[in-house]
């Protein structure tokens, strides 16, 4: 049974290709700095966006034309499995990612929804001997059913913990089943509506032991996946225990929790947080929590999580600058949790729009490395704090200055210098090796 009958496997055909479903950028086995482009880059498609997603929003219904929407129920699931192993082949993707509820329909108790995760999973299974497409990260769904009304781990209903609880628990037995290079948490309803009905530390104490017994039961199957938390500052709720990448650090590390997470990244959730997405990247890197990423972009114009494709080529340039100073992305990778839009119905769209992001990030790579290569901000960069590698500067970093030899060494000063930061010149400088690389 095929689903995507009019597509033939997505070939690279280079820069100047006019075929919309040929890669002109993303070429899986060109090196870049020693390694290949497939290795750097680690694509994965996000199963809800494509396989379950169907267009509909707060005040439409759905949209998406898909070849197996006439099923229902487990027929729906098993369709959905094999229409995406035959994309992941297509598109010679390396890795796909899902919510427990994406894959198997919950069912009417507990059971039941394990005994319909069970029957897919070994569905799933089954398809992964023989495709080459792994899985890097599964999760559970702890936002979308009423019972999380109230939050999932931070829930004032501890029956409602033990439910989550045993949501993840099942979740890091399928991702050790599946061999799943990540398991990923991102707080869907997690976050107060107002204070006036919450006790903020009880609810954070909740959090952190619920990532604790996390812990400690995939050390207890030997399920040894990267953890990683996903921040999100508003929608659904308002998230404010994972606002960010600083807001997130600071919690593992009030938690003894470090060591057992990195950060999962969306370019979306960065923007939405008043950030750049390489202020997200830049400040786990430098952390060492840089774990993995969630690619996609939003709209400046609208203050949701849009989950577009990623096409902008100054984001995706900037995003893989810190990724290749980060020595890659480790087991990490980049998942587009993106979708097509709700007008763009037909199933050929989803190819269209992963080939977009695919050489968006392709060209983001052959840019950074390039920039890297020439060290255009290393050098400028290191000039600019020059000052704290000799006299007074030094001292300051080496912890031999105090106030009183600081004071000292103002009052003897005649005249402070500046120099210019040189902005627009280096993002002219930015542009013209984007130019010169998409040749
Ligand atoms: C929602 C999140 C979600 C996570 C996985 O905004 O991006 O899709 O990636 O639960
Ligand atoms: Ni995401
Ligand atoms: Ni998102």
């Not at 990612?97 to 039941?112: M, Q, S, Y």
């Not at 996609?296 to 577009?308: A, F, I, M, R, V």
């Amino acid at each position: 049974m095929s689903y995507f009958t009019a597509i033939q496997p997505i070939q690279y055909e280079g820069a100047t290709s006019r075929n919309p479903l040929a890669f002109k950028h993303y070429n899986p086995t060109e090196l870049v700095n020693g390694r290949t482009m497939e290795e750097w880059l680690r694509f994965a498609v996000s199963y809800w966006h494509t396989f379950t997603g169907d267009g509909s929003d707060p005040f439409g219904v759905s949209t998406m034309q898909r070849p197996w929407n006439h099923y229902q129920g487990l027929d729906l699931a098993k369709a959905r499995v094999e229409a995406s192993f035959e994309m992941f082949e297509k598109l010679n993707v390396p890795y796909f990612c899902f919510h427990d509820v994406d894959v198997a329909p919950e069912g009417n108790t507990l059971r039941e929804t394990y005994r319909n995760l069970d029957k897919i999973v070994q569905m799933i299974k089954e398809y992964m001997k023989t495709s080459r497409t792994k899985l890097l990260w599964n999760t559970a769904n702890l936002f979308t059913h009423p019972r999380y009304v109230h939050g999932a781990a931070t829930s004032p209903n501890a029956e409602v913990f033990a439910h989550a609880a045993a949501k993840v628990k099942k979740g890091l037995e399928i991702g050790k089943e599946l061999g799943a290079a990540n398991y990923v948490f991102w707080g869907g309803r997690e976050g107060y509506e107002t204070l006036l009905n919450t006790d903020m530390k009880q609810e954070v104490d909740q959090l952190a032991r619920f990532f604790h017994l996390a812990v400690d039961y995939a050390k207890e199957i030997g399920f040894d996946a990267q953890f990683l938390i996903e921040p999100k500052p508003k929608e659904p709720t308002k998230h404010q225990y994972d606002f960010d990448v600083a807001t997130g650090l600071a919690f593992l590390q009030s938690y003894g929790l470090k060591e057992h997470f990195k950060f999962n990244i969306e370019a979306n959730h960065a923007t939405l947080a008043g950030h750049s997405f390489e202020h997200e990247l830049r400040v786990a890197r430098i952390n060492g929590m840089l774990g993995s990423v969630d690619a996609n972009q939003g709209d400046l114009l609208l203050g949701w999580d849009t989950d577009e494709f990623p096409t902008d080529l100054y984001s995706t340039t900037l995003a893989m600058y810190e990724i290749l100073l980060n020595g890659g992305l480790g087991s990490g990778g980049l998942n587009f949790d993106a979708k097509v839009r709700r007008g763009s119905f037909e199933p050929e769209d989803l190819f269209y729009a992963h080939i977009a992001g695919m050489d968006s990030f392709a060209v983001g790579l052959k840019v950074a490395n390039k920039l890297l290569e020439d060290r255009v901000l290393e050098d400028f960069i290191a000039e600019r704090y020059r000052s704290y590698t000799e006299g007074v500067g030094l001292e300051i970093m080496e912890g031999r200055a105090n106030l009183h030899t600081l004071e000292k060494y103002a009052l003897e000063q005649t005249e402070i210098k500046n120099r210019s930061g040189r902005q627009e010149l280096l993002k002219a400088t930015i542009n013209q090796y984007i130019i010169e690389v998409k040749r």
